[in-house]
């Protein structure tokens, strides 16, 4: 078998080009180019990341690429004989390269190989990519904006709806909504304000975990990034994925540009955002601006302007919902459900103890709670 004859024929993908972006493909292909110990390490060591498997890592690399025909598809884009023909013919190209063993290169045993059909793998893949997307997105579910690019959040969290204890009405609000945005009906803005420690974001990201096999993802952003939501925006308008923009814990001083940009950004998804997208922003502040000592000494003339100012900015998110510390009843029963998933009986003792907890911490909190359960199970060890 030709080795630099199967390198090249991998330089010629065109529908699967983004591949040659790849740093694996790129090790593989410089390793048929040169045959040499020295590549072959190189590539190893890439493969070696995903496992031992060549064959199993080129088809994954295939089924997640954002190549041309998961673009089109996902996009319900006519695709033409010629380019069916021709991601079928280098589907096999890329088969055949994922079936050389290494004692083709001089070293036995480096890697396993086993005969995989792409094509089918492929076709399989296609018929779901509205719900699994392509490229980084059909890896990850959490983003971070970072340099203008969209990066998979470098810590993933994995908090889950079965964790999330009480505000039971508050979360199927936020449920109905991310479930219309998955139907492709326009979702509705979602401010989710109120007390710390009470679950706001967290509600948030257990949903996005619970809907991302339906095509959900989150994309969190800064409040200095606010300007360039319209650009996320128009980036993922096409994706055939759904995209939650989350801004968490944002508070504005009340003379911050970003105010601004906020309120401008809201009137433009208003009028021209794209179905697959909503906005989500969590504050422990109802209006989200901070009022000084110095705002509250203004004349009134100010203070009704600088209200209807804030008031115009809330208004603009379609659904509000609020978060208030729980009563005594409220916290007792999260604290005993907390308890009860690390096995832990909750009497009047650790009753009384929890609530002494909860002043020294400024108050009763989902939060709290969990700090609390924490506290036994240090004790406990």
Same mark, same amino acid.
Request: one cysteine or more.
């Given at each position: 078998?030709?080795?630099?004859?199967?390198?090249?024929?991998?330089k010629?993908?065109?529908?699967?080009?983004?591949l040659l972006?790849?740093?694996?493909?790129?090790?593989?292909?410089?390793?048929?180019?040169?045959?040499? =110990?020295?590549?072959?390490?190189?590539?190893? %060591?890439?493969?070696?990341?995903? &496992?031992?498997?060549?064959?199993?890592?080129?088809?994954? /690399?295939?089924?997640?690429s954002?190549? *041309?025909? =998961?673009v089109?598809c996902a996009?319900d884009?006519?695709?033409?004989s010629?380019?069916? %023909?021709?991601? /079928?013919?280098?589907?096999?190209?890329?088969?055949?390269?994922?079936?050389?063993e290494?004692?083709?290169?001089?070293?036995?045993?480096?890697?396993?190989?086993? =005969?995989?059909?792409?094509?089918?793998?492929?076709?399989?893949?296609?018929?779901?990519?509205?719900?699994?997307g392509?490229? $980084?997105?059909?890896e990850n579910i959490?983003f971070?904006?970072? +340099?203008?690019e969209?990066?998979?959040?470098i810590?993933?969290?994995?908090?889950t709806?079965?964790? *999330?204890?009480g !505000?039971?009405? %508050?979360?199927?609000?936020?449920?109905?909504?991310?479930?219309?945005?998955?139907?492709?009906k326009?979702?509705?803005?979602?401010?989710?304000?109120?007390?710390?420690g009470?679950?706001?974001?967290a509600t948030?990201?257990a949903?996005?975990?619970f809907?991302?096999?339906?095509?959900?993802?989150?994309?969190e952003?800064? /409040?200095? %990034?606010?300007?360039?939501?319209?650009?996320?925006?128009?980036?993922?308008?096409? +994706?055939?994925?759904?995209f939650?923009?989350f801004?968490?814990?944002?508070t504005?001083?009340?003379n911050?540009?970003?105010?601004?940009?906020?309120?401008?950004?809201?009137?433009?998804?208003v009028?021209?955002r794209?179905? +697959?997208?909503?906005?989500c922003?969590?504050?422990?502040?109802r209006?989200l601006v901070?009022?000084?000592?110095?705002?509250?000494?203004m004349?009134?003339?100010?203070?009704?302007?600088?209200?209807?100012?804030?008031g115009?900015?809330?208004?603009?998110? &379609?659904?509000?919902?609020? !978060?208030?510390?729980p009563?005594?009843?409220?916290?007792?029963k $999260?604290?005993?459900e907390?308890?009860a998933?690390?096995?832990i009986?909750?009497?009047?003792a650790?009753?009384?103890?929890?609530?002494?907890?909860?002043?020294? /911490?400024?108050?009763? =909190?989902?939060r709290?709670?969990?700090?609390?359960v924490?506290?036994?199970?240090?004790?406990?060890?």
């Amino acid at each position: 078998m030709n080795i630099k004859k199967i390198g090249n024929q991998l330089k010629s993908l065109a529908v699967f080009r983004c591949l040659l972006n790849d740093d694996m493909i790129k090790a593989f292909i410089r390793l048929c180019d040169e045959e040499s =110990s020295k590549a072959l390490g190189e590539f190893a %060591q890439s493969l070696y990341c995903m &496992g031992d498997n060549i064959s199993a890592a080129f088809l994954h /690399k295939v089924l997640l690429s954002e190549n *041309l025909m =998961s673009v089109k598809c996902a996009s319900d884009s006519e695709i033409s004989s010629v380019i069916k %023909q021709r991601a /079928k013919a280098e589907l096999e190209i890329i088969k055949t390269a994922a079936e050389l063993e290494s004692e083709m290169f001089g070293y036995p045993n480096l890697w396993i190989t086993q =005969s995989l059909d792409f094509e089918k793998a492929f076709e399989e893949r296609l018929k779901n990519i509205k719900q699994t997307g392509y490229g $980084v997105f059909a890896e990850n579910i959490m983003f971070t904006l970072e +340099n203008g690019e969209i990066i998979p959040a470098i810590f993933k969290d994995d908090t889950t709806v079965d964790s *999330l204890k009480g !505000y039971e009405r %508050q979360r199927m609000q936020i449920e109905n909504n991310i479930k219309a945005l998955i139907k492709g009906k326009v979702a509705a803005n979602m401010l989710l304000y109120g007390d710390s420690g009470t679950g706001k974001s967290a509600t948030v990201k257990a949903l996005a975990n619970f809907y991302a096999e339906q095509g959900v993802r989150l994309i969190e952003i800064k /409040k200095s %990034q606010i300007s360039e939501i319209p650009y996320i925006m128009g980036k993922v308008s096409s +994706n055939p994925l759904k995209f939650i923009l989350f801004l968490d814990d944002l508070t504005f001083d009340p003379n911050d540009d970003a105010f601004g940009s906020m309120k401008a950004v809201l009137e433009g998804s208003v009028a021209a955002r794209a179905k +697959n997208t909503c906005i989500c922003v969590t504050s422990n502040r109802r209006h989200l601006v901070k009022e000084s000592a110095k705002d509250r000494e203004m004349g009134d003339l100010h203070v009704r302007d600088t209200m209807e100012e804030i008031g115009a900015l809330t208004q603009r998110f &379609g659904l509000s919902v609020v !978060y208030e510390k729980p009563d005594r009843l409220s916290y007792i029963k $999260v604290l005993e459900e907390i308890a009860a998933d690390h096995n832990i009986e909750i009497g009047e003792a650790e009753i009384k103890e929890a609530e002494a907890y909860a002043i020294s /911490k400024g108050g009763r =909190s989902c939060r709290v709670a969990k700090q609390y359960v924490e506290e036994l199970i240090r004790r406990m060890d």
